[in-house]
C-alpha cells in the first residue's frame, strides 16, 4: 500500500530532481575566454594610430632588429657565448616606417617569463639585475626620420663573478604616450618592441626542472554511478641554470587501479629561475574515495638551442579524495527508507491482526488529517515544474556566420585567408580571431588580436578579408605540438570596442587535416573561391626588412594584434623577416596588421582583449539521470492516486 506519506515524500523527490535539472540545463551554459597567448616568433613592423601625446597625427610604425655597423643583418636575435669578465661590442637598428619622424626611447632589460609562460622583458620602470643591466647603449633616445632607420651601438660586458649558464634580457624601443578609453579616463600607453639578447657564461651547466605545489580537486556529478573530472595543478620551475622547454604527462589513478592521462601543453621556453603554473583536466573518473595524481616533466633543448646530456626526468606524486556524494546520499535516502518500512512493520505486528483499523471508532483512528496536506503532492509538483522553467537557459551566444578558409585546399606551410560572409554589424568597431582544435589550448588561440575593423580589406561579398600573417605549422608550434590532425575551427568575433569583451557577431568556419601536413576547407561563402590561393581584394603581403620585435598599436592600450612566430613574444622579440616575407635591408616595408605591444599605466606585457562566448556542455547522464528519477516519481505518485480513488470506490461499496 502506498500511503498518503510516500505521495508526499515522493513529490519532495521529483521537486528536487527538476531542481537538479534545472540547474544541470543553466550550468551549461558557461562562459569562456580564448587563451591570451599569442604565436610567437619573428614579429612585424608596428602598425598602429599615434598615442595623443600631442605628437603630429599619422600612424606610430617602428620595429628594431640586430644590425651591423652599417646595415642591419638577418640575425633572429643577439647570442654569445662567452666568459666571465669577457666584453662584447655591437649593434641594433631602430626603424621608422612611419611617413612622420619619431622620437623614441632605447634601453635594455632582463627577460622574464610571463604567467601564461610567454617571453617578456621588465617594464621601463623595473631595475635589471642581470643581462638587462650588463648592456650599455650608445644612445638611450633617438629621433627617427620617417621611412629610415637609425644604427644604435652597444657594449655588453660580463660581470667578472658571473655564473654560469644563460643570462636573457633584450633591447626596447619604446614610444609613450596616452590614449582616452571608452570611459573617459586617460591611460598611459607605452608601446614596446624589442630584439632578444641571449648570453651564455662558460662553466658546468646543469638543466633540471622542478614539480612543486601538487594539488588535486575531484568534481563528481548528480549521476550516482556516473564519472566524474579532477582538475590538477601544479607550479613547474626552473631550477637549472639554462634555459629549458618542458614536455608533460599527467596520470590520475583511482584507488581500484582504473588511470586517466591529461597532457597540458609542452612549454617552449622556461627561464633559469622562472616558474609557471600548469592546470590540467582528466575526466572520465569513478569516485573511488582515494586517487594518486602523478606529474611527470621532461626538460628538452629549447628549439634552436644545443641539447645538453643528461637531462633528468622529474616525477612528482601526491595523494587526493574522491568521494562519491551523490551516491551516498543515494544509499542513505534508501536505508532510511527501508529503515522506515522495518519500524512500520514491526509496529503493525504489535499492533495486531486488525492492522487496517476496520471497525475502530473515529475517536480511535485519530484527528483526520487536513485537507493541504493532501494537496502537498500536486503543490509540489507545480513549484518543481515553475523552477524547472525558470532555470531553463536562455543564455544565448552571439550569432554565428560563415566564415571561408581559403585557399579551400593547401598544406600546413601555407598562409591562409579568412574571409566573413558579411560585414560586422553596426556600431562594432573591432575584430578578433581564434583558433580550436587538437592540441591549441581550452578555448582556442589567438591568431588575430583585438584590431581595429579598418585593418582590413572588405570581399566582394562585403565580408571582412583577414589574411593570416603565420601558417598553420607555425601556430601548432607555439602551442607546443608538431602534428596536424582532425577539424580546426577559427571564430572571428566583431566586438563593440576596443575595450570591449561583448562579442556582438561571430563568424565561424573550419578546415579539416586529411592528412598530416594537407587539409580541405569545409565552409564556403558566396562570391569567394576557396580554391583561390589569395584573396583578390585583399592587399599583397608586405615585402621589405619586417623587424624583429615590430608591434603594431591598434587603437587601444593592451590590444594584441596577430601574435609573432614561434621563439618571441607580442611586443618584446627578436627574429628576422616574419614567414611569407623577405628580410630587405635597407627597404621599408609596409605596415602590415601587427601585434601590439602596448601596456596600460606603464606595464611591460601584453594585455589581450578578447570577446567572451557562451559553450555548451555536455550534461548527458545529468539529464538522464534526472528525467529517469523525476518519471519514476511520477508513477509513484499515479499510482498513489489511483489506489486512493480504489479505496474510496472500495469504501462507498460498503456502506451503500
Not at 506519506?5 to 575566454?33: D, E, F, Q
Request: aromatic content about 6%; hydrophobic content about 40%; glycine content about 12%.
Amino acid at each position: 500500500m502506498i500511503t498518503s506519506s510516500a505521495r508526499r515524500l515522493a513529490a519532495y523527490v521529483a521537486a528536487c530532481l527538476l531542481i537538479v535539472l534545472a540547474a544541470a540545463g543553466t550550468a551549461s551554459a558557461v562562459p569562456a575566454r580564448p587563451s591570451a597567448l599569442a604565436p610567437q616568433g619573428a614579429p612585424r613592423p608596428a602598425a598602429g594610430p599615434a598615442p595623443q601625446d600631442g605628437s603630429s597625427p599619422g600612424r606610430a610604425t617602428f620595429g628594431v632588429q640586430p644590425s651591423g655597423a652599417k646595415a642591419p643583418d638577418a640575425r633572429p636575435n643577439f647570442s654569445y657565448g662567452v666568459t666571465p669578465g669577457a666584453a662584447v661590442s655591437d649593434h641594433i637598428a631602430v626603424w621608422n616606417y612611419s611617413t612622420r619622424p619619431l622620437t623614441l626611447r632605447v634601453y635594455a632589460a632582463d627577460a622574464i617569463n610571463t604567467e601564461d609562460g610567454g617571453f617578456d622583458l621588465l617594464a621601463a620602470g623595473k631595475k635589471s639585475k642581470d643581462a638587462g643591466a650588463w648592456v650599455k647603449l650608445a644612445q638611450n633616445q633617438v629621433t627617427v626620420k620617417s621611412r629610415s632607420k637609425v644604427i644604435v651601438g652597444f657594449t655588453l660586458t660580463v660581470p667578472a663573478k658571473a655564473t654560469p649558464g644563460d643570462h636573457i634580457g633584450g633591447i626596447v624601443a619604446s614610444l609613450s604616450g596616452v590614449r582616452t578609453d571608452d570611459k573617459g579616463d586617460k591611460v598611459t600607453v607605452d608601446q614596446r618592441v624589442g630584439a632578444r639578447v641571449y648570453l651564455r657564461v662558460a662553466g658546468a651547466l646543469a638543466p633540471r626542472l622542478a614539480v612543486e605545489d601538487l594539488h588535486t580537486s575531484y568534481h563528481g556529478t548528480a549521476d550516482p554511478f556516473g564519472s566524474g573530472s579532477a582538475t590538477v595543478t601544479y607550479t613547474l620551475r626552473n631550477t637549472g641554470n639554462i634555459r629549458l622547454a618542458a614536455h608533460q604527462t599527467v596520470r590520475v589513478h583511482g584507488m581500484f587501479g582504473d588511470a586517466r592521462t591529461a597532457q597540458p601543453r609542452d612549454v617552449p621556453e622556461l627561464l633559469p629561475g622562472s616558474s609557471l603554473r600548469v592546470t590540467a583536466a582528466a575526466t572520465g573518473l569513478f569516485p573511488s574515495l582515494r586517487g594518486t595524481t602523478t606529474v611527470t616533466a621532461d626538460p628538452q633543448a629549447v628549439h634552436g638551442d644545443v641539447a645538453q646530456a643528461p637531462m633528468p626526468r622529474t616525477t612528482v606524486s601526491a595523494g587526493f579524495w574522491a568521494v562519491p556524494w551523490t551516491l551516498l546520499a543515494v544509499l542513505v535516502v534508501l536505508l532510511a527508507g527501508l529503515t522506515l518500512l522495518v519500524v512500520r512493520y514491526v509496529r503493525g505486528r504489535r499492533g495486531g491482526p486488525d492492522r487496517s483499523g476496520a471497525g475502530r471508532s473515529s475517536a480511535e483512528k485519530g484527528p483526520k488529517r487536513p485537507r493541504r496536506s493532501r494537496a502537498a503532492a500536486p503543490a509540489a509538483m507545480a513549484l518543481a515544474a515553475a523552477v524547472l522553467w525558470a532555470g531553463a537557459p536562455h543564455a544565448a551566444a552571439a550569432p554565428a556566420a560563415q566564415l571561408t578558409v581559403t585557399p579551400g585546399k593547401g598544406s600546413s606551410t601555407q598562409t591562409i585567408t579568412l574571409t566573413a560572409a558579411q560585414a560586422c554589424p553596426a556600431g562594432t568597431t573591432n575584430v578578433i580571431a581564434r583558433i580550436e582544435g587538437a592540441g591549441f589550448p581550452q578555448g582556442g588561440q589567438i591568431v588575430v588580436g583585438n584590431s581595429p575593423l579598418s585593418t582590413y580589406p572588405k570581399a566582394a561579398a562585403g565580408g571582412l578579408s583577414i589574411p593570416l600573417t603565420y601558417t598553420m605549422r607555425d601556430y601548432a608550434m607555439t602551442a607546443g605540438f608538431t602534428t596536424l590532425r582532425g577539424t580546426y575551427t577559427f571564430t572571428v568575433t566583431c566586438l563593440k570596442g576596443a575595450f570591449s569583451h561583448q562579442g556582438v557577431q561571430e563568424f565561424t568556419g573550419s578546415l579539416r587535416f586529411t592528412s598530416a601536413d594537407a587539409y580541405r576547407d569545409g565552409t564556403q561563402v558566396p562570391g569567394v573561391d576557396p580554391a583561390a590561393s589569395t584573396d583578390p581584394n585583399s592587399d599583397p603581403a608586405p615585402t621589405g626588412p619586417a623587424a624583429p620585435g615590430a608591434s603594431s598599436a591598434s587603437g587601444a592600450p593592451g590590444a594584441s594584434g596577430q601574435g609573432a612566430q614561434p621563439g618571441a613574444s607580442a611586443g618584446t622579440s627578436g627574429g628576422t623577416a616574419a614567414p611569407g616575407q623577405s628580410a630587405q635591408p635597407g627597404q621599408p616595408a609596409q605596415p602590415s596588421q601587427g601585434a601590439t605591444a602596448g601596456t596600460s599605466a606603464g606595464a611591460g606585457r601584453t594585455l589581450d582583449t578578447a570577446a567572451s562566448t557562451v559553450r555548451q556542455g555536455d550534461n548527458t547522464p545529468l539529464v538522464v539521470w534526472s528525467v529517469a528519477g523525476f518519471a519514476v516519481a511520477f508513477l509513484v505518485l499515479a499510482a498513489g492516486a489511483v489506489h486512493r480513488v480504489r479505496g474510496r470506490r472500495a469504501a462507498r461499496a460498503q456502506n451503500t
